[in-house]
Nanobody, 116 residues
Framework: QVQLVESGGGLVQAGGSLRLSCAAS????????MGWYRQAPGKQRELVAG???????NYVLSVKGRFTISRDSAENTVYLQMNSLRPEDTAVYYC??????????WGQGTQVTVSS
């Protein structure tokens, strides 16, 4: 069984910063490909940022230059540093981890609210 525990969401004013953390534990190899999706009300879930086992990163265009994904491989923990936040970044952010044979694991979600 795999668990992903997220932390770090909250309420922030536009232009502010937040840092999300996600720790993976259980029967998952390390370092696993991990990252973050988000889902805003009435919208589809979208991939925000991902990091491969080798450390390559990718971002959705709307967050490039503002968000940074990083990891602590020893702890199988991934971070999302979010700077210059905008109201349109408001969403529930979900951590994911890719396991073997196409499996995908999800965190419980953490709310990020950016006020204008």
């Amino acid at each position: 069984q795999v668990q992903l525990v997220e932390s770090g969401g909250g309420l922030v004013q536009a232009g502010g910063s937040l840092r999300l953390s996600c720790a993976a534990s259980g029967s998952i190899f390390s370092p696993a490909p991990m990252g973050w999706y988000r889902q805003a009300p009435g919208k589809q879930r979208e991939l925000v940022a991902g990091i491969t086992s080798g450390g390559r990163t990718n971002y959705v265009l709307s967050v490039k230059g503002r968000f940074t994904i990083s990891r602590d491989s020893a702890e199988n923990t991934v971070y999302l540093q979010m700077n210059s936040l905008r109201p349109e970044d408001t969403a529930v952010y979900y951590c994911y981890a890719d396991g073997r044979y196409g499996s995908k694991y999800w965190g419980q979600g953490t709310q990020v609210t950016v006020s204008s």
